[in-house]
């Protein structure tokens, strides 16, 4: 039987246009449901009919062809000096820690977004990060929330709908370049709302992206919106990783050994919490598989059997915190996917599942 807020998942917007499963898509997908309720695990899969099929590698690997001249300078970003600061801090953490509850009067910090039938991830996940950072450094007195959509249209390094292959850029951007304000699709909120309509599902098809034609960088802002795009500029003061790994991105191996030699001997998991302690949640990101896409609750763990649940894309969300629960130590991350999908919109990981690429700036 469907629980109440399984059926309420399937309930999603219009109708209208909508890309829904074939027979054999819906037998695929429920025989993935069937096999993770049966392992009796960490965690509940629920049916999904948005979600979508393996894609091909030679389709996962575009982006990395498009980015291989970025230059090492650009890619290292000012990661050494704050991964070295990071290191320094003596700090006694918590065993449980959660960005809302530790700044609750930042509105940011809160927002679950939809990305819609664009494959955004990195710039809704980016600029909620750089939103919720703006308003931590400035002890909640800053409440702006960064355009996602100045940087898919405005970032020509970062990659648009079609996805992102170096996760820094956006913070190189806003460091070097600056974003102006944007809120979601259609609440007229800032210089640069959210242009693609979250009508096509939770998340959408992966037919939408193929659909979906690069934007063009126009600066200038909505208008009923009371300032120049020029005068709307914010930007950052530090752009840097905290971990990155080779994963379906392909992480040049040589800014990788970098990051590694810096990191030395240091626990990965430890610096990662010490960075969202002190400053606020990261941009994390991840290969996903089939399996995910049908997360309802508790703690999710990769299904560890190719045949059953395959990598679909390499994905970005917001890193917010982190908590145990039944001895099981976990990650809190905030999707892209709106309030519909999963944990109204939220997630937890297993923490031994660290995320291939750790992300952020300082305001």
């Not at 099929?53 to 980015?67: D, M, W």
């Amino acid at each position: 039987m469907e629980t109440n807020n399984a059926r309420n998942k399937q309930s999603f917007g219009s109708e209208k246009g909508l890309i829904g499963h074939s027979e054999e898509d819906r037998r695929y997908h429920l025989s993935i449901v069937a096999y993770v309720n049966k392992l009796n695990t960490t965690w509940k899969a629920t049916y999904n009919r948005f979600a979508s099929r393996a894609i091909s590698k030679h389709e996962i690997s575009v982006l990395a062809q498009r980015n291989n001249k970025i230059n090492q300078e650009y890619l290292l970003g000012d990661t050494i000096e704050h991964i070295n600061l990071l290191k320094s801090k003596k700090l006694h953490l918590p065993q449980q820690f959660d960005a809302r509850l530790q700044w609750p009067n930042c509105w940011s910090v809160h927002q679950v977004a939809n990305q819609g039938g664009c494959g955004s991830c990195w710039a809704i996940s980016a600029a909620s990060v750089m939103s919720d950072r703006l308003c931590i450094a400035t002890n909640s007195s800053n409440q702006k929330q960064i355009s996602a959509e100045d940087l898919i249209s405005c970032c020509a390094e970062c990659g648009g709908c079609q996805g992102s292959h170096w996760a820094l850029s956006p913070f190189i951007h806003w460091r070097n370049y600056g974003l102006v304000t944007g809120g979601d699709y259609g609440s007229f909120e800032g210089c640069k709302p959210y242009t693609t309509i979250p009508d096509c599902g939770s998340p959408c098809s992966f037919e939408y992206y193929r659909k979906k034609v690069a934007s063009v960088c126009q600066k200038t802002c909505q208008p009923l919106y009371g300032h120049s795009y020029e005068e709307d500029l914010i930007t950052s003061e530090k752009a840097y990783w905290i971990r990155a790994e080779k994963g379906n991105n392909g992480i040049n191996s040589s800014v990788q050994e970098i990051i590694q030699k810096t990191i030395g001997n240091d626990d990965q998991t430890e610096l990662i919490k010490r960075e969202i302690y002190l400053y606020g949640p990261i941009l994390a990101c991840f290969t996903a598989r089939e399996d995910f896409q049908h997360y309802d609750s508790g703690i999710y763990q990769t299904t560890n059997n190719s045949t059953i649940s395959k990598e679909l894309y390499g994905h970005c969300a917001k890193l917010l915190g982190w908590g145990e629960e039944n001895n099981i130590k976990y990650w809190l991350y905030m999707n892209t996917w709106g309030r519909n999908w999963g944990d109204y919109g939220f997630f937890r990981v297993s923490e031994t599942e660290l995320p291939e690429e750790a992300i952020a700036g300082l305001p």
